[in-house]
C-alpha cells in the first residue's frame, strides 16, 4: 500500500533544507512559498530520502482570496506518496513558480491551469492556452466567471 | 536552379481517420520525415469540471461516464473510490467484487479497442478492428445485464453499486469466460507473429522508463518501458489485494512492447475475474447512505489504475452537495506528454502508429 | 482492312450485317460500326464486372472480419453497387479553388482509359481477343504505367498535402516495381518466345505457375504494388493519408477512379490468369467461362491479402523491390534461359523437368535472401540538424 507522508512530517524535513519557505502543515499537505516550490520540487524529486519522481497531479482550486495549486507526488521507488501545496494570493494574475523543468509531466497540467484557472507559472516554456481557443475570454473555471452574454438570440427567446 | 526543399507543415486532424476522435496534430513534414509535431487539443472540451461544481455528488457519476467513453466503469470507480474516502465510507464486500469484476472487463475491452485501433494504425484493414469489436460486443452485453447501459454506464454509486447483479448474469459470465482465453490466443496468433506487424513496430518510437516516469506516463505505457508500476498492486483499492495477478512489464518500450502488454495485461484481468467470482459471496451491495451525498469539508485523491493509466479525481468538498472543486487526472491528457519525442524522426506512417499505441481517448484528453 | 480483326466472330457479324446494307464505297462505315460493337461489348461488361467485384470485395471482406457486408440493397445486396453509383452520380462535384482545373478533370478519365486500353490485347477465351499484337505483353506494361501518371496528376492538380504525399509515393513504387515485374514477365517471354499474349496462353504445356513459381510470385507482389493492393496500399493508405491521391474528390469523378481501381483489379487478375494460368486452356468448361473463372480465383486472392495483412512502410516497401525482389527475378530470368537453352521444345514433358529444376531454386533462394540479404533493420530515427535548408 502507497503510504501517505503526512505533511507534517514533510514540513520538518524540508524546514531544515529551506529554513523558511514553509509556511504551514497539516496531516494531508505541507504549504510552501509559491517562488520556492520550484526549488522544493527539484529537492524532493532528487534528494534520495524522498525521490518523488512522479508527479500525479497538478491541479489548482479557487478559494476566491487565494489560488491553490495543489502537487501530488509519489515516489515509484519507497512507494510513498504526499502532497504539496502552494498560495498565491491576488485576483488578476496569480503567479507560482513552474515545476515544468522538474517533472516534464507538470508540462500539460500547467499549461491546462492556465488557461481554465488563469494561474501563471513562471519559468513555463510554452504557457498559452491549450483546452481554449486563443483570444477565450477569461478563466472559466474561476469562482467569479459569468459567462459572458451571447453575441446572438436565438429565434424564439433565449 | 534553386529546389525548394522547404518542411511542409501539415494538419492532420482535427478529421482524420486515424486521430481518434477530434484531435489536432501540426505535424512538419521533412519528404516523409517527421521533424516536428504540436498537439493541439479541446476540439471536444466540453467543460466537466466546471459542470461538476454545479452538480451534486451523485449525478456527477453521469458526468464521469462521458470522460474515457470506452472505459466508462473504471471512471465511474475512480470518482466514487474518491468520494467515499472524502467521508470514510465503508463499502460492503460484494460490492466491491462487483465493481473489481466491471472494472477488470471494461479493461478488457478497453484493451480490445487500443489492440483494435492500433492495428488499424498499421493499416489491416479492419480485419483485427472487427475481431476485436465482436469479443468487445460481448462484455458490453454483460455490462447490459448489470445495468442496462452499455456505453454509459453509471453503474457505480458512492458506497457501492447500483444493483446486485441478475441472475442471468453468472452463467452469462462463466460462459464469457470460457471463450475469450480462445480469442485472445486467436488474437495473439494473427498479430503477434505476424513479420509485417513486427517490421513496423519493433524498436519504433521507444520510450525508456525514466523518460515516463519524468513525464508522469502511467499505465500499459509504463509497463512497456520495464517498470513495474500499477496501483492495483502499488496501491489496492477495493478488492484486488485479495486477488493474485501479475504485473506485466516489458523492457523494450517500443510500439510493439505497449501493445504486447496489453495483450497480456487482458489476460491477467481474466484472472482476477475468475478468482473475485470464486470469492463473491452474497450481501449487500451498497452502504446506505444519504439521499443528498454531503461529505464533511476535506480533500481527497484516489487514484486508480484505469486501462489507460492513472486516474484520478481530486475533489474537494466545502461541506455542500456539490464539491467546490473536482479536478480530473486524465491518464490519456498527461500521456500526450511525449508525444512530440516519439514521432519526431520517423516517417509519417510510423508516427501514426505510434499515436495509435498510446491508445489515449479524446474524451479523457479534452473533459 | 480488319486484318486483325478478321478471325472476331463479333466483328465478321456486325461488319457483314451493315456492310449489307449501305452502298458501295461507304464499308468504313461497317468497319466504325463493327469496331464499335466490340469496344461497347467489353468496356461495357469490364464495367458491369467492376461494379459487381466491389460488391464481391464487401462481401468477402465482411466475411474475413466476421461480419455481413452489404445485404440490404435488393437479393444479398446485390444492388448496393448501383446504389452507390447513383448516389456518386447525384453528389455535388467540387473543384478546389486552387485546383489545376483542366489536369484535375482529366486525371480520373486517363486513369480509366489506361485500364481499359490493356484490354486491348487480353484474350477472353479461344480465339476472343480484340487484338493479337505481337508486342502484346509489352503493350500492357506500357499502358498500364500511364495509370500511375493520373495518380500522380490528380495528386498534383488537386492542390491539397495529403493527395500530393499520395501521388509521391504511388511515383516511388512505380519506378521500383516496374523492375522486377518486367523482369519476371522476362522469364515467360523467354520460355515462350514471343510477346503476343495468345502465343503465351498457347505455349503453357503446363501452366507457368508451376514451371515457373518465383516468376509467379515476384508477379503476384508486384502487381499488388503497382496496383496498390494491400499491403503495399501506401497511396491511399487511410489511416495515414486519409484516402491519399483522391482526398479531393467527389462526386462521379471519384466514382471514376474507384471503377477504375476496381477493374484495374480485374484486369491485372486476366493478365496473370493469361501469364500464369493458362489463359483458356485446358478447359473443361466453355473457355470463356473457364479464363473467367481462373480470373475470379485470383481476384479473390487480391481480396484475401486485403484482408489479412497490415501496411509496410514505404521505406520497407522500396527496399524489398530492390534488395529482395531484384536479384530474385534476376536469379530466375538467369536459370530460366539457361533452361530455354537446354530444352529448346517446349513440350509438356520439358516444362515438367523445368519445373523439377525451378521449385528447388525458388525455395533455396528465397531462403537463403530472406536469411541472409534481408536482415530486420534496427529502425533508426532521423534526425537534421536544419530543419529548412536551399538546395542551389
Redesign the interface.
Known amino acids: 500500500?502507497?503510504t501517505a507522508v503526512l505533511g507534517t512530517d514533510l514540513a520538518g524535513a524540508l524546514r531544515q533544507r529551506f529554513p523558511d519557505v514553509v509556511i504551514d502543515a497539516d496531516d494531508?499537505a505541507v504549504w510552501v512559498t509559491p517562488e520556492s516550490v520550484s526549488d522544493v520540487c527539484a529537492y524532493l524529486k532528487a534528494d534520495p530520502d524522498h525521490q518523488y519522481?512522479?508527479?500525479?497531479?497538478l491541479?489548482a482550486?479557487?478559494y476566491v482570496e487565494y489560488f491553490e495549486v495543489?502537487y501530488?507526488m509519489t515516489s515509484?521507488s519507497r512507494?510513498a506518496s504526499a502532497?504539496v501545496k502552494t498560495r498565491s494570493y491576488g485576483r488578476n494574475e496569480p503567479t507560482v513558480a513552474s515545476v515544468s523543468g522538474v517533472?516534464?509531466?507538470?508540462?500539460?497540467?500547467e499549461r491546462?491551469a492556465y488557461d481554465?484557472m488563469g494561474v501563471s507559472f513562471f519559468g513555463h516554456p510554452d504557457l498559452r492556452r491549450?483546452?481554449?481557443?486563443e483570444g477565450f475570454e477569461g478563466h472559466?473555471?474561476r469562482r467569479d466567471y459569468l459567462e459572458p452574454p451571447l453575441p446572438y438570440k436565438w429565434p424564439h427567446g433565449g | 536552379m534553386s529546389l525548394n526543399m522547404q518542411p511542409v507543415t501539415v494538419n492532420i486532424g482535427p478529421h482524420h481517420p486515424s486521430t481518434h476522435g477530434v484531435f489536432r496534430m501540426k505535424v512538419t513534414f521533412d519528404g516523409e520525415n517527421i521533424v516536428d509535431v504540436e498537439p493541439v487539443i479541446g476540439y471536444l472540451h466540453r467543460g466537466t469540471e466546471k459542470l461538476a461544481e454545479e452538480r451534486n455528488y451523485t449525478q456527477i457519476i453521469t458526468l464521469t461516464d462521458r470522460l474515457d467513453y470506452v472505459a466508462s466503469m473504471t471512471n465511474n470507480q475512480a470518482y466514487v473510490l474518491s468520494c467515499e474516502k472524502l467521508v470514510g465510507l465503508d463499502v460492503p464486500d460484494r460490492g466491491m467484487y462487483l465493481r473489481v469484476i466491471a472494472a477488470e472487463l471494461q479493461r478488457v475491452a478497453s484493451h480490445l479497442i487500443g489492440i483494435g485501433f492500433f492495428l488499424q494504425d498499421l493499416g489491416a484493414f479492419g480485419t483485427p478492428l472487427m475481431y476485436c469489436f465482436r469479443e468487445r460486443e460481448r462484455i458490453l452485453d454483460l455490462f447490459e445485464m448489470l445495468c442496462g447501459a452499455r456505453i454509459t454506464v453509471s453503474y457505480m454509486r458512492i458506497g457501492g453499486v447500483f444493483q446486485d447483479a441478475p441472475v442471468d448474469f453468472w452463467p452469462a459470465l462463466r460462459r464469457f469466460m470460457g471463450d475469450i482465453p480462445s480469442y485472445i490466443d486467436e488474437l495473439d496468433a494473427l498479430i503477434s507473429t505476424n513479420e509485417i506487424v513486427l517490421a513496423r513496430t519493433k524498436g519504433v518510437s521507444p520510450l525508456t522508463g525514466e523518460q515516463c516516469i519524468n513525464a508522469s506516463i502511467t499505465g500499459p505505457i509504463l509497463r512497456a518501458s520495464g517498470v513495474e508500476w500499477d496501483l492495483r498492486k502499488s496501491a489496492p483499492y477495493d478488492v484486488y489485494d485479495r486477488v493474485a495477478f501479475d504485473v506485466v512489464t516489458l523492457p523494450d518500450g517500443d510500439n510493439y512492447a505497449r501493445y504486447a502488454v496489453r495483450l497480456a495485461e487482458m489476460r491477467q484481468s481474466l484472472r482476477i475475474i475468475e478468482q473475485c467470482v470464486a470469492q463473491i459471496e452474497p450481501g449487500p451491495v451498497r452502504a446506505t447512505t444519504n439521499m443528498l451525498f454531503r461529505p464533511p469539508a476535506g480533500e481527497a485523491y484516489v487514484p486508480i489504475e484505469a486501462p489507460k493509466g492513472e486516474l484520478g479525481f481530486y475533489i474537494v468538498s466545502d461541506g455542500t452537495v456539490s464539491p467546490f472543486r473536482c479536478k480530473i487526472r486524465g491518464p490519456s491528457f498527461v500521456n500526450l506528454t511525449l508525444l512530440k519525442e516519439m514521432m519526431v524522426g520517423y516517417k509519417l506512417a510510423d508516427g501514426i502508429v505510434s499515436l495509435g499505441s498510446l491508445d489515449f481517448n479524446v474524451g479523457e484528453v479534452d473533459r | 482492312m480488319g486484318d486483325v480483326l478478321a478471325e472476331n466472330r463479333i466483328f465478321s457479324t456486325v461488319y457483314t450485317l451493315v456492310n449489307d446494307l449501305v452502298p458501295d464505297g461507304w464499308s468504313w462505315v461497317a468497319y466504325l460500326a463493327a469496331g464499335m460493337s466490340i469496344i461497347m461489348f467489353v468496356v461495357n461488361s469490364l464495367m458491369i464486372m467492376a461494379t459487381f467485384y466491389t460488391w464481391v470485395e464487401r462481401r468477402l471482406l465482411g466475411r474475413f472480419q466476421s461480419r455481413l457486408g452489404p445485404n440490404r440493397a435488393g437479393p444479398f445486396g446485390l444492388l448496393q453497387p448501383i446504389a452507390d453509383l447513383l448516389k456518386l452520380i447525384s453528389k455535388e462535384d467540387i473543384l478546389p479553388r486552387s485546383a489545376d482545373r483542366i489536369i484535375f478533370n482529366v486525371a480520373p478519365v486517363l486513369m480509366l482509359a489506361a485500364t481499359l486500353i490493356v484490354l486491348a490485347v487480353v484474350p477472353f477465351g479461344r480465339g476472343s481477343y480484340i487484338a493479337d499484337l505481337n508486342i502484346g505483353i509489352l503493350f500492357v506494361v506500357a499502358i498500364s504505367g500511364i495509370g500511375t501518371f493520373s495518380i500522380f496528376m490528380a495528386g498534383w492538380a488537386s492542390a491539397n498535402k495529403y493527395a500530393m504525399f499520395g501521388s509521391m509515393r504511388a511515383i516511388a513504387a512505380l519506378v521500383s516495381y516496374e523492375v522486377p515485374m518486367v523482369m519476371s514477365i522476362l522469364s515467360v517471354v523467354v520460355l515462350t518466345g514471343s510477346m503476343s499474349m495468345v502465343d503465351i496462353a498457347e505455349g503453357q504445356a503446363l501452366p507457368f505457375i508451376l514451371v515457373l513459381p518465383m516468376a509467379f510470385m515476384i508477379f503476384m507482389v508486384s502487381i499488388s504494388a503497382e496496383l496498390n493492393r494491400a499491403p503495399f496500399d501506401i497511396v491511399e493508405a487511410e489511416s495515414e493519408l486519409i484516402s491519399g491521391y483522391n482526398t479531393e474528390y467527389s462526386g462521379m469523378k471519384f466514382g471514376t477512379f474507384f471503377a477504375a481501381e476496381f477493374a484495374n483489379g480485374l484486369v491485372a487478375s486476366a493478365v496473370i490468369a493469361v501469364l500464369f494460368l493458362q489463359g483458356w486452356r485446358w478447359a473443361v468448361l466453355p473457355s470463356h467461362l473457364w479464363f473467367l473463372l481462373k480470373v475470379g480465383a485470383l481476384a479473390f486472392v487480391f481480396i484475401w491479402i486485403r484482408a489479412t495483412l497490415p501496411r509496410l512502410r514505404i521505406d520497407q516497401i522500396l527496399g524489398f523491390a530492390w534488395k529482395f525482389l531484384l536479384p530474385l527475378s534476376l536469379i530466375n530470368l538467369v536459370v530460366a534461359a539457361v533452361e530455354v537453352l537446354s530444352w529448346p521444345e517446349q513440350t509438356a514433358l520439358q516444362q515438367f523437368y523445368m519445373a523439377l529444376i525451378n521449385w528447388p531454386v525458388a525455395i533455396v533462394s528465397i531462403v537463403v535472401f530472406s536469411k541472409v540479404v534481408s536482415k530486420r533493420q534496427p529502425v533508426q530515427p532521423v534526425v537534421r540538424a536544419t530543419v529548412a535548408q536551399e538546395v542551389v
Open positions: 500500500m502507497t494531508i519522481d512522479l508527479l500525479n497531479l491541479s482550486v479557487d495543489v501530488h515509484i512507494n502532497v517533472w516534464r509531466g507538470a508540462h500539460l497540467h491546462e481554465l491549450i483546452l481554449l481557443w472559466p473555471l
